[in-house]
């Protein structure tokens, strides 16, 4: 069993995406060294776990997902009982996920917790959405910050910080500015000068240095205004009610 436990921990990540091209990316391993990693688990396990008849894009299997399913449940209840050794049950450790443009929120976040004992490390990382939900469901993040509820989450608690607006950028200037996201969506032909960065800092810092047409999230604010998102502070299953408390109640994020 310990040969397969960690293909099957590369499988709890992958079957968050749809296909192996999508996951691929988000593993931290290329297309091939994924696809030789199910192909072998496939062997020793004895049952198909990738459709590979979807002619380009091969998906995930039922026996794939509920494979998924057995080894995660199976995985946090060991991890759970090990948590509970720790320090009476308290959290050393937290892991945060953010969309980048809650980042200034989650550094907040992160800085109130050095102060609640027993934490010693916080991890904060920025990801896409599809990424951020992925890994919170997947019991890889104790706190993310983010604009909704993922599909199929049951978050153990949940905080509204305030509320955000994605605003249109429009200065005297020949360049259009997107995200990877909002680019693929374009149905048009992209104008001549077209900057596409995944990067949210790249695009303001371009905007402020060159100018240019884009969509920025706007800051966070206490009020609700026309076409604004809550932003939430979701906890997972792990998260001590104690600290859950003492950091909402430590912080304010709105201005």
Request: hydrophobic share 40%; net charge neutral; with cysteine.
């Amino acid at each position: 069993m310990n040969e397969i436990s960690y293909p099957l921990s590369i499988l709890v990540k992958a079957v968050g995406f749809r296909n192996l091209s999508a996951a691929s990316s988000h593993v931290g391993l290329s297309q091939p060294q994924l696809s030789r990693i199910i192909a072998k688990l496939e062997d020793e396990l004895g049952f198909e776990l990738l459709n590979r008849q979807v002619r380009r894009k091969a998906c995930w299997t039922g026996e794939a997902l509920k494979l998924a399913e057995m080894y995660h449940r199976h995985h946090r209840r060991l991890e759970s009982a090990i948590k509970s050794m720790q320090s009476e049950g308290k959290m050393r450790t937290v892991h945060i996920g953010t969309l980048e443009g809650l980042s200034h929120a989650a550094v907040e976040a992160a800085g109130k917790l050095f102060e609640i004992p027993p934490v010693e490390l916080v991890t904060l990382d920025v990801y896409d959405r599809s990424e951020l939900e992925a890994k919170f469901l997947g019991g890889d993040l104790d706190l993310i910050f983010t604009t909704r509820v993922p599909d199929q989450g049951k978050p153990r608690f949940k905080h509204r910080i305030g509320y955000q607006s994605v605003d249109s950028v429009d200065t005297d200037s020949p360049y259009q500015v997107f995200s990877s996201f909002e680019f693929n969506q374009r149905r048009k032909k992209p104008a001549p000068h077209t900057l596409v960065s995944n990067s949210l800092s790249v695009r303001r810092q371009w905007i402020e240095k060159f100018g240019g047409h884009g969509w920025l999230p706007s800051e966070l604010s206490e009020k609700p205004r026309r076409g604004a998102e809550e932003v939430l502070l979701l906890a997972g299953e792990w998260v001590e009610a104690q600290l859950w408390e003492t950091l909402i109640a430590g912080i304010t994020f709105a201005p």
